[in-house]
């Protein structure tokens, strides 16, 4: 056991809410499944070694923090610094049928649903997401009531501004025939250590655009995990957006529980110098007549790396599954490293399902090509090199949040040297 | 324009090109020819500056700047264009967006401003009609799924925007069919405007029917062995390389 995870079970069991029961499971199977080593295959190629010695340290004074505004976006905006809500959430005009709350605010209706919601679509064999559970005193539930079409984003930031531990959850329930759109972003580069955790219930028909940035950098460690149930003729379509830091690691559970939903999500990478990113995805193919389509693109830079694991699950009853996952890297370095393992588990006879993975050096003779003819060489590269993940931020659905990333993407890749 | 002193160069420790020396002045048009294997496309990468080909010795002066002291883009920004006799298809980039990239770069570098995305179309759109290419092939990546012979014409649409002061033909004419053959031709020919000069490397004379040089030089074993003028292609296509030696005339056959 790491001095880490002890003193956060030392200081969280004291928390005592509504969801204490769910707790004090997660506390039982946290104290029985210990600490993830490098033998523990989930964590075989992310060293917690930066962690596992870390001081658990609580944030002393409240402070407040400028959370990048994106331009032209119509949010509802939530804010998270160093793990506490500043956000005057109460007051908050949320859109007509959509209910936002803390946790501690929560009447007993309410508390009922999100109980249901809490550690039940997580599963719970990920360790961070057992330490989440028992440390996030602050969290939000977020209810869209049956067939209510919500056309502002709920952007959700965690940001942090000194050396903290913070631990934040959200809880979403997409009612019945509802639609929404979340944006889960994380900024940050202050050393600390963070973690952040959200459920989604998709009932049936209804639809959730979904975003999810991991961009903290430099010495901000994040482990989190974004989980999503699929009711019957549910959409999804989740696009992830990972920066590296000294630890960051996002685990994407997608699980189809209804027949005929519908699960797309993009994600893209983009690693500087020294960085690590894992990005563990998982989806279960539950009932019959699903889709599910992944893609995956990332780019590592020098001494980079980058963890990929996609998993496929199809369930002895999930006939006619329609499952692909796509997984594609370029390494600007001989001394980048990716590991890219997907993983395609299939006991349903009738089911179409393709996997790939790739990892591709700079091509030097386009390059060659390109400098022929006068252009930069840091833009050659972007040029060359950039389109196979604008590929993937281009069908982002909402234009405000793709016009907002693709110059912050194409300048952190100008910036990446190649070796 | 280009002035070219005992410049050798070598490819992976091997040499390949053993003293070359050539002058090419404003508005001339110079053809070198030579059997496989002599070093013109060499040549070529040379004067680009392409990674591994080394100058181990002699100069190479473009409007009087040293140009082996330039990086690849530089040269391009000087006014240099290379037309490939292969020319690499990167999906993904499109032609336009290359293109205005490549176009913007230069004038910049030049001093001109930059054009606005309308008036490059316009140029575009102008200089795609020329070599007889589709407008929608502006949108596609560069060269992808391109036939060889749209390939080359799609380099000489380059030249015509990039408007170089001297551009390098590295056999521009291979694979081509007559057709083909005259729509390059025709390209390069309308930029001739007596001060823009232009080096022509083919294998064959066929294409300086076309473009009508005012030098022939033939290039063996890495030098300039004969020049003369443009009879002297017309000497080669009849009793090809073999008053090179018996070397030549074997690897000929």
Redesign the interface.
């Known amino acids: 056991m790491s001095q880490w995870l002890n003193e956060v079970i030392e200081s969280a069991s004291a928390t005592s809410d509504f969801l204490a029961p769910v707790r004090k499971q997660s506390l039982r199977s946290l104290g029985q499944m210990g600490w993830p080593g490098r033998r523990n295959e989930a964590w075989r190629f992310t060293p917690l070694t930066s962690l596992d010695k870390r001081q658990v340290k609580h944030s002393q004074s409240a402070t407040s923090a400028e959370v990048p505004v994106i331009e032209g976006l119509d949010a509802l905006e939530l804010v998270f610094v160093d793990g506490k809500l500043t956000t005057d959430i109460e007051t908050l005009a949320a859109p007509e049928g959509v209910s936002v709350s803390s946790f501690a605010n929560l009447d007993d209706k309410q508390q009922q649903v999100a109980s249901d919601l809490f550690g039940q679509i997580k599963p719970h064999h990920h360790v961070f997401g057992l330490v989440n559970d028992i440390a996030s005193e602050q969290g939000i539930f977020i209810d869209v009531a049956e067939g209510v079409t919500v056309d502002k984003v709920i952007r959700i930031t965690n940001t942090v501004t000194q050396d903290v531990d913070a631990h934040t959850r959200i809880l979403v329930r997409i009612g019945k025939g509802a639609s929404a759109k979340i944006f889960e972003d994380g900024q940050g580069a202050q050393a600390s250590m963070s973690t952040a955790f959200s459920e989604f219930a998709i009932e049936d028909n209804a639809h959730l655009e979904h975003y999810r940035f991991a961009m903290m950098t430099g010495e901000a460690m994040q482990v989190g995990g974004t989980h999503f149930r699929l009711g019957n003729e549910s959409t999804l379509n989740s696009t992830v957006v990972g920066y590296g830091s000294e630890l960051s690691r996002l685990d994407v559970d997608i699980i189809h529980a209804g027949e005929h939903a519908n699960a797309k999500m993009n994600a893209v990478y983009l690693l500087a110098e020294g960085e690590l990113f894992d990005l563990h995805s998982n989806i279960e193919h539950a009932v019959p007549n699903g889709v599910t389509e992944e893609n995956a693109r990332g780019i590592i830079g020098d001494r980079a790396r980058a963890v990929f694991n996609g998993r496929i699950h199809i369930h002895r009853d999930a006939q006619n599954t329609l499952a692909e996952l796509n997984n594609r890297n370029l390494l600007l370095s001989r001394r980048g490293i990716i590991n890219t393992k997907p993983e395609l588990e299939i006991y349903a006879d009738d089911v179409k399902c393709a996997h790939g993975a790739t990892v591709a050096e700079i ?4 390059l ?10 840091s ?2 590269l972007v ?2 090199n950039f ?2 993940i604008q ?1 993937l931020v281009n069908q982002m659905p909402d234009a405000a949040i793709r016009e907002w990333l693709l110059p912050k993407l194409s300048e952190r890749f100008a910036h990446m040297e190649v070796k | 324009m280009l002035k070219i002193n005992n410049l050798h160069a070598s490819v992976e420790d091997k040499t390949i090109i053993k003293g070359l020396d050539l002058e090419v002045k404003p508005g001339e048009v110079h053809a070198i020819m030579g059997p496989n294997g002599a070093g013109k496309s060499t040549l070529g990468y040379v004067l ?4 591994g080909y080394e100058v181990s010795e002699g100069s190479v002066e473009l409007e009087g700047a040293d140009l082996l002291d330039m ?3 530089e ?3 000087a006014g240099l ?2 037309a ?1 006799q292969y ?2 298809e ?4 499109s032609n336009m ?3 205005k ?2 176009v913007n ?2 004038r910049e ?1 030049q001093g001109k401003e930059s054009l606005t995305a309308a008036e490059f179309l316009k140029k575009a759109k102008a200089a795609c009609k020329q070599v007889q290419l589709p407008l929608d092939f502006l949108k596609r990546g ?1 060269n992808e799924g391109f036939s060889g012979g749209e390939k080359k014409r799609n380099e000489i649409m ?1 030249m015509i925007l ?1 408007e170089p002061k001297l551009a390098i033909l590295d056999e521009s004419d291979s694979g081509l069919d007559v057709d083909a053959l005259q729509v390059v031709a025709d390209g390069v020919n309308s930029q001739r405007d007596g001060e823009r000069s232009f080096i022509v490397v083919t294998h064959y004379q066929r294409l300086l029917d076309y473009i009508k040089p005012d030098f022939v030089h033939i290039l063996a074993d890495g030098k300039i062995v004969k020049s003369g003028d443009a009879s002297l292609a017309h000497e080669v296509e009849k009793s090809g390389y073999a008053f090179l030696g018996k070397k030549y005339e074997e690897a000929e056959a």
């Open positions: 091509d030097d003779e386009a060659f090509y390109l400098l022929t003819r006068g252009v930069e060489r833009k050659a040029m060359l389109g196979f590929e | 680009s500056g392409r990674d990086e690849v883009e040269r391009a920004q264009f290379l490939f020319p690499v990167i999906p993904g980039v967006e290359f293109m990239e490549s770069a230069i570098q560069v380059q990039l």
